[in-house]
């Protein structure tokens, strides 16, 4: 029993330190954050919005970690720095369990997604000659 349990937690460190050398993919986690994100929204209660806030804060922080682009990494850091401050602003707004400054923080979460998902966008041409 006991050498079963050696194996079992030597497999789950093996594992997550397998886990904790991949790459962050930053498609994949872009996705969870907008489910995040959208769950955090539809919250009718502050306390029920605060778990979602926190998984899109540690997202936003694991996505400054993802490769990006040469040219379009300074952008891309600076918009999700501007986030990261917002999801604080929104966190302390839970704290005071105030919803309609947490839907202001929300609100202006998704600005700045539609305003650097602009930014990421590539032109015709950059696809075919691989400027990208």
Request: glycine share 4%; charged share 20%.
């Amino acid at each position: 029993m006991v050498k079963v349990t050696v194996l079992a937690t030597l497999f789950c460190v093996g594992l997550t330190s397998a886990m904790a050398s991949q790459p962050v993919k930053l498609e994949t986690t872009m996705k969870t954050m907008g489910f995040a994100f959208r769950q955090a929204t539809e919250a009718s209660t502050t306390a029920e919005a605060l778990p979602f806030l926190e998984k899109l804060h540690g997202l936003t922080q694991q996505a400054k970690m993802a490769p990006m682009p040469s040219d379009k990494a300074a952008v891309f850091n600076e918009g999700l720095d501007k986030v990261l401050a917002e999801l604080v602003l929104a966190k302390q707004a839970v704290a005071n369990d105030d919803m309609a400054k947490l839907q202001q923080h929300l609100k202006q979460v998704d600005a700045l997604k539609k305003q650097y998902h602009k930014k990421r966008r590539f032109s015709f041409w950059q696809l075919i000659f691989g400027k990208v």
